[in-house]
T-cell receptor
């Protein structure tokens, strides 16, 4: 089955702990993106990557880190520096960075206790 | 920096009423425009997109949108809403920013359909 997978669906962590959210795609897409979705704020871009071993900060990158060592994987680490980490996190991929549509994963809901 | 404004955050319509959701963007160059929909408990999925050509684009489920370049707008329309349409609708812009293509989403419009 082709698609984007995010795991786990629900994640709970204690305050002060780093946590890594997984995003994998087998669509052979070049570009991958991380968003967080909060009520009333839509989707805000955290980080994006247009090619392996390269990534760019989005609009709200503070307190987050990413890596893109493989084309199919774009993990997001929520660090203890992120002041308000409880949110719904969406990963997306896109065939090329320019004119194509984004395909979204099912999301991970992170709750920091 | 590019930005997207969705003017109506919450829209309530009667079944069969016509729908128009506003979307304006700010960016001076070439843009690709999208409307995505998120039904309750489901993934975000593409409704329609504009890259070039005919500014009136048709999407799935009877939705259409018109790109008006002079107004920097890409409003979503449907002639008659149905019970299956309640969802959150997001407008998005893909444009060049700092040497990279970047996607910016609006804050979303939640649609409610009442008897």
């Amino acid at each position: 089955d082709g698609g984007i997978t995010q795991s786990p669906k629900y994640l709970f962590r204690k305050e002060g702990q780093n946590v890594t959210l997984s995003c994998e795609q087998n669509l052979n897409h070049d570009a991958m993106y991380w968003y967080r979705q909060d009520p009333g704020q839509g989707l805000r871009l955290i980080y994006y990557s247009q090619i392996v071993n390269d990534f760019q900060k989005g609009d709200i990158a503070e307190g987050y880190s990413v890596s893109r060592e493989k084309k199919e994987s774009f993990p997001l680490t929520v660090t203890s520096a992120q002041k308000n980490p409880t949110a719904f996190y969406l990963c997306a991929s896109q065939p090329t960075p320019t004119t194509n549509t984004q395909y979204f994963g099912p999301g991970t809901r992170l709750t920091v206790l | 920096a590019q930005s997207v404004s969705q003017h109506n955050h919450h829209v309530i319509l009667s079944e069969a009423a016509s729908l128009e959701l506003g979307c304006n963007y700010s960016y001076g160059g070439t843009v690709n425009l999208f409307w995505y929909v998120q039904y309750p408990g489901q993934h975000l999925q593409l409704l329609l997109k504009y890259f070039s050509g005919d500014p009136l684009v048709k999407g799935i489920k009877g939705f259409e949108a018109e790109f008006i370049k002079s107004k920097f707008s890409f409003n979503l329309r449907k002639p008659s809403v149905q019970w299956s349409d309640p969802a959150e609708y997001f407008c998005a812009v893909n444009a060049r920013s700092g040497g990279y293509q970047k996607v910016t989403f609006g804050i979303g419009t939640k649609l409610q359909v009442i008897p």
